[in-house]
């Protein structure tokens, strides 16, 4: 159980250009999803936290509207880069969790979607 | 501040058995949790510790004293698929969990 799934996990685009990327929890209900981003040899960076049917709270330094989240149902949230810069060639990795309280705060990780930005 | 405090790397044997240790300080604590990353891949879930006390899960064990701000993570039986990274991550007040740089683990034959 507790399976999430990214898609693509690779993408190249040129500069300038939108891509989306798809986070999905196949076996439960994902109340609250984060994305990261982590580049190479470094920790992970907690970019958001959307919570199902309402607006996504963003890190400090996080460009909101350079990033957009929508976590539209319980078991999907998308993370649009839009108007993509070579600095933003990154690892991003969602993750899903089910409720609240204790264990039920496990956050399961999708496999990651590998950006480059030519 | 938050703050997370973990080796950057160690170096075992295969069939031997490491500790990898972590303190941590957070703005309150609702447990920790141990993720295991390989090299290009997402972290995946390995333990959760709530309550002091050693929890025991196959070869992989993970250890809790609240009043220290102090877990390790214990690996047994060594394997060479075990070289990843361990990430021990507590999780603050708001159920945020918190994120160090990790323990980049080598297995040497």
């Known amino acids: 159980g507790a399976v999430v799934s990214q898609h693509p996990s690779r993408v190249i685009c040129k500069s300038g250009t939108s891509v989306k990327i798809e986070c999905r929890s196949l076996?439960?209900?994902?109340?609250?999803m984060f994305w990261y981003r982590q580049f190479p040899k470094q920790s992970l960076m907690l970019m958001a936290t959307s919570n199902e049917g309402s607006k996504a709270t963003y890190e400090q330094g996080v460009e909101k509207d350079k990033f957009l989240i929508n976590h539209a149902s319980l078991t999907l949230s998308t993370l649009t880069v839009t108007s993509a810069h070579p600095e933003d060639s990154s690892f991003y990795i969602c993750?899903?969790?089910?409720?609240?309280?204790?264990?039920?705060?496990?956050?399961?990780f999708g496999p990651g979607t590998r950006l480059l930005v030519l | 501040g938050q703050n997370i405090d973990q080796p950057t790397e160690m170096t075992a044997t295969e069939g031997a058995i490491v500790q990898i240790n972590c303190t941590y300080q957070t703005s309150g604590f609702n447990g920790l949790f141990w993720y295991q990353q390989h090299a290009g891949e997402a972290p995946t879930f390995l333990s959760y510790?709530?309550l002091d006390g050693l929890e025991e899960k196959g070869r992989f064990s993970s250890f809790l004293s609240r009043s220290k701000g102090y877990s390790y993570l214990l690996l047994k039986e060594l394997q060479m698929k075990d070289s990843a990274s361990y990430l021990c991550?507590?999780?603050?007040?708001?159920?945020?969990?918190?994120w160090g740089a990790g323990t980049k683990l080598i297995i040497k034959p």
């Open positions: 076996d439960f209900q994902a109340t609250t």
């Open positions: 510790n709530v």
């Open positions: 993750s899903a969790r089910s409720s609240s309280g204790g264990f039920q705060e496990t956050q399961y």
């Open positions: 991550a507590p999780m603050d007040s708001n159920y945020q969990l918190i």
